[in-house]
């Protein structure tokens, strides 16, 4: 199983955009990267998936290079309320349950 | 939907008694994952199953934890006997294999507290 590596904590301030990139060296050919978040007191919340290049959904981007070993989930704009943990994930299509969430990064968004 | 639904949000026992935690999956849903969230060890899968089979419980800390599956709108959790260190967040989380997508839907988490 590919294996994740992101920072454990990131600050910012309201209105910035927040960039989070996650270390993934091993990924293997059929992996998808996989971004999840998760508020205080909340289960986890899936955001996007991507494959490679650039993937855009109504919450997020997903930039992946060219290589694959890594990623960068990015928050654009972000609020008070983007305060969470955010996983990176790396799985087969439908890998289910492969997929290892790990510790996170706990963004912090300051007014 | 309504969602995955557990109960009971909040389970406080004392240590050696049986503990049995509920999940509804969304309807349709052909897997169902139960993970244990601590500050130390962060988000575990303990088990999970498809179409109501268990398929890997290599997650599952010992032979006091226990999950079943009668059905597919239904499983549970049970802890006998109950210890202080299985204090914990229990989340139950359902996915659909055919949307491809390694996306899970959560439950809003059993908070076990064992005195």
């Known amino acids: 199983l590919a294996k994740t590596t992101q920072p454990i904590s990131m600050d910012s301030y309201e209105g910035q955009e927040v960039n989070i990139t996650c270390s993934h060296n091993n990924i293997a050919t059929n992996d998808y990267i996989t971004w999840y978040q998760q508020f205080p007191s909340q289960g986890p919340r899936f955001i996007i998936q991507g494959y490679k290049t650039k993937v855009t959904n109504e919450v997020a981007s997903l930039f992946i290079p060219a290589d694959r070993k890594s990623s960068t989930l990015s928050l654009p704009r972000v609020s008070l309320s983007d305060t969470a943990v955010y996983y990176c994930l790396v799985g087969d299509r439908g890998s289910q349950g492969n997929l290892i969430f790990g510790k996170g990064t706990k963004l912090s968004v300051k007014p | 939907d309504a969602g995955v639904i557990q109960s009971p949000r909040h389970e406080v026992t004392e240590m050696g008694q049986e503990v049995t935690l509920r999940c509804k999956p969304i309807s349709g849903h052909d897997y169902l994952f139960w993970y244990r969230q601590t500050m130390m060890r962060g988000l575990e899968l303990l088990i999970y199953?498809?179409?109501?089979?268990?398929?890997?419980d290599s997650g599952m800390p010992e032979d006091r934890f226990s999950a079943k599956m009668p059905n597919a709108s239904f499983s549970t959790l049970k802890i006998q006997p109950s210890e202080p260190r299985d204090s914990a967040v229990y989340f139950c989380?359902?996915?659909?294999?055919?949307?491809?997508?390694?996306?899970?839907?959560f439950g809003p988490g059993t908070r076990l507290t064992v005195t």
């Open positions: 199953f498809n179409n109501n089979v268990p398929i890997d």
């Open positions: 989380a359902s996915s659909l294999w055919s949307s491809g997508a390694n996306e899970q839907y």
